[in-house]
């Protein structure tokens, strides 16, 4: 923590216990840690709860610089294929082919280049253990050279990363009063923290520790965090800035018990809710067990424009609406395991740049940790299905049969309904919707009674139809149930 008063760091920001552990990078032990100057100047358990922040914060660099050294490998392995093709030359469907002319193939050649220099400069630092992190986050420091473009003062500006730069945190321990000896916070909402040596002239509380005049209050799962303080379990907490709002925030956090999963055939009982993940959107349907769409598709929107705060709180709140019908009706979730961290390249879609933004606007991981999570506390099972071909097929056999005079049925909602069958165990590509099916009992008819032409029935009927296949009289009511399939197939 830096660019507090005492202990806590020195004014210009310095961070040394971060700048220590980035130093340290992959041979850090006991006597390079800067736990032990820390423990000198506060105490153990504040000394514990820094370099622990400063440690996070240099794994997660060294994440994404792993993640970013894939993105390069994957330009790379992509550009030296696309360059041995032949120019001009289609691609397959496992393989991309040769550039489109000779212009894009040069600059291709030339960014290959870049791209190999790039990827062995990012590889040595990793095998040194080097990573670039900056207290208070790149981008707000990257903001401080374009004022006038972000719309800020130096004031305002400087307060932000001082705030940004300037917290609390310390980690729940079981057995202590409350869950937390550091940072306490007892049932009423009362906020104490148990000060360092150093501050300990400060304390306003008997046994060195400083009471905030505010009370804080949880009202997301505040029981379950009543419980776990009362019950002396172990509750991490933060304590940061807002300096947009003027406020201070103190974040509570704790582990939830592993969630218990359920039999695959337990979760298709009662049927499914298909769901269909969009960039500003959840589609869902309602299907019953036999993989019937019921009732009418609803829609989820949100908005992932704005800071990263808004957009959580916006698939927060589309989650919990869907969350909350899909309970109501006592119905598992179907949802498509997507992963589009390899389909946003540049080097994989070349100039397809609305595509590009489309996939890369998806919050596929975030929406899908977000829905386990939230799920999970609902106790509402989640399925996840293969993606391949739901949207086309969806839209392809469901879209038109699903549209009525009075609503319209969207390519989205039709892959709902595919995600949802997938689910379910029942085919997606069919020649006569399954509702029509229970009905007559057969499938689609040749066009115009030539088999030749048209080709002979993709699918037959079920067993329990079998006797619907036979030669009927010719009567007006069998004439009109066989014309509504035909129009409707």
Not at 123 to 144: I, N, S
Not at 263 to 284: K, S, Y
Request: net charge positive; glycine share 8%.
């Amino acid at each position: 923590m830096d660019n507090g008063v005492g202990w806590f760091g020195s004014d210009d920001g310095d961070s040394f216990d971060l700048r220590a552990r980035c130093a340290a990078a992959l041979d850090h032990d006991s006597e390079q840690w800067a736990k032990r100057t820390l423990t000198d100047e506060a105490s153990s358990r504040w000394a514990g709860s820094i370099t622990k922040a400063g440690h996070d914060q240099w794994a997660l660099a060294h994440r994404g610089h792993l993640a970013h050294i894939q993105s390069l490998e994957t330009g790379v392995h992509t550009i030296t294929h696309r360059l041995s093709r032949p120019i001009g030359e289609k691609g397959t469907k496992n393989a991309p082919g040769g550039y489109r002319s000779r212009h894009e193939w040069f600059a291709k050649s030339r960014r290959l280049h870049v791209l190999s220099d790039r990827l062995e400069r990012e590889q040595a630092d990793r095998a040194a253990g080097c990573v670039h992190v900056v207290r208070g986050g790149k981008r707000l420091l990257h903001t401080r050279h374009d004022l006038d473009a972000a719309g800020m003062t130096e004031t305002a500006w400087r307060q932000r990363w001082q705030a940004e730069r300037r917290f609390l945190a310390a980690d729940g321990e079981s057995g202590k009063r409350f869950g937390n000896e550091t940072i306490r916070v007892t049932p009423d909402g009362e906020v104490s923290i148990k000060l360092p040596a150093p501050l300990a002239h400060l304390a306003n509380a008997p046994h060195g520790r400083y009471v905030l005049t505010g009370r804080v209050r949880f009202k997301h799962r505040g029981e379950q965090w009543r419980d776990r303080i009362t019950a002396n379990r172990a509750v991490a907490y933060r304590l940061h800035e807002d300096t947009a709002r003027g406020r201070w925030y103190l974040t509570a956090s704790f582990t939830i018990p592993p969630v218990q999963t359920v039999p695959l055939a337990t979760a298709r009982a009662r049927g499914m809710v298909g769901v269909d993940t969009n960039a500003d959107h959840l589609a869902a349907w309602r299907l019953d067990a036999h993989g019937n769409p019921v009732g009418v598709p609803l829609r989820f929107g949100y908005d992932l424009t704005g800071t990263a705060d808004h957009r959580d709180a916006q698939v927060r709140h589309a989650l919990i609406r869907l969350l909350y019908w899909a309970r109501r009706h006592g119905l598992a979730i179907a949802v498509e395991d997507l992963d589009c961290t390899a389909e946003t390249t540049r080097e994989k879609h070349g100039r397809r740049k609305r595509f590009r933004n489309l996939i890369s606007g998806m919050p596929v991981s975030k929406l899908r940790a977000r829905l386990a999570s939230m799920a999970a506390e609902l106790g509402i099972p989640i399925v996840a299905v293969d993606p391949a071909y739901t949207s086309k097929w969806g839209a392809q056999h469901w879209q038109k049969p699903l549209t009525t005079k009075t609503r319209k049925t969207t390519r989205h909602e039709a892959a709902a309904v595919a995600i949802g069958r997938r689910a379910l165990g029942h085919p997606i590509r069919l020649g006569v919707p399954p509702r029509l099916l229970r009905h007559w009992g057969r499938t689609a008819p040749p066009h115009d009674d030539q088999s030749d032409r048209r080709g002979h029935r993709t699918i037959q009927a079920r067993p329990v139809a079998s006797e619907g296949e036979g030669t009927r009289p010719r009567s007006s009511t069998t004439f009109g149930r066989l014309s509504c399939i035909r129009t409707r197939a």
